[in-house]
């Protein structure tokens, strides 16, 4: 079994930027962050397998970048441009397998979260 340990997130006011970090306990292929906010389903955010070809969300799209470092096995989000509608609970999710659409997670993360105002 694969531990996801997340970092980062925090209150940003609208415009503002966060950065999270997910650092696996072992092998993964495909990383990813997903998002629920209050009342609404977990949607993917982001996510990238190890040739570190991403696949974005509409809704973050030319905003969040998504990347991963293979010497450390580590994802990094970068969200720029936060708005209200962006907060909400941010989880690290990663399989051992490549990145499919929609993405298939074999494991989570604890959840991070993340707020605008």
């Known amino acids: 079994h694969v531990q996801l340990v997340e970092s980062g997130g925090g209150s940003v006011q609208a415009g503002g930027s966060l950065n999270l970090t997910c650092v696996p306990s072992?092998?993964?292929?495909?990383m990813g962050w997903f998002r629920q906010a209050p009342g609404k389903e977990r949607r993917a955010v982001a996510y990238v397998d190890r040739t570190d070809r991403p696949t974005y969300s509409a809704f973050v799209k030319g905003r969040f970048t998504i990347a991963r470092d293979n010497s450390n096995n580590a994802v990094y989000l970068q969200m720029n441009s936060l708005q209200p509608d962006d907060a909400g609970t941010y989880t690290c999710?990663?399989?051992?397998?490549?990145?499919?659409?929609?993405?298939?997670?074999?494991?989570w993360g604890q959840g991070t979260q993340v707020t605008v105002s």
């Open positions: 999710a990663a399989s051992g397998r490549w990145c499919s659409q929609p993405m298939k997670v074999d494991y």
């Open positions: 072992g092998y993964t292929n495909c």
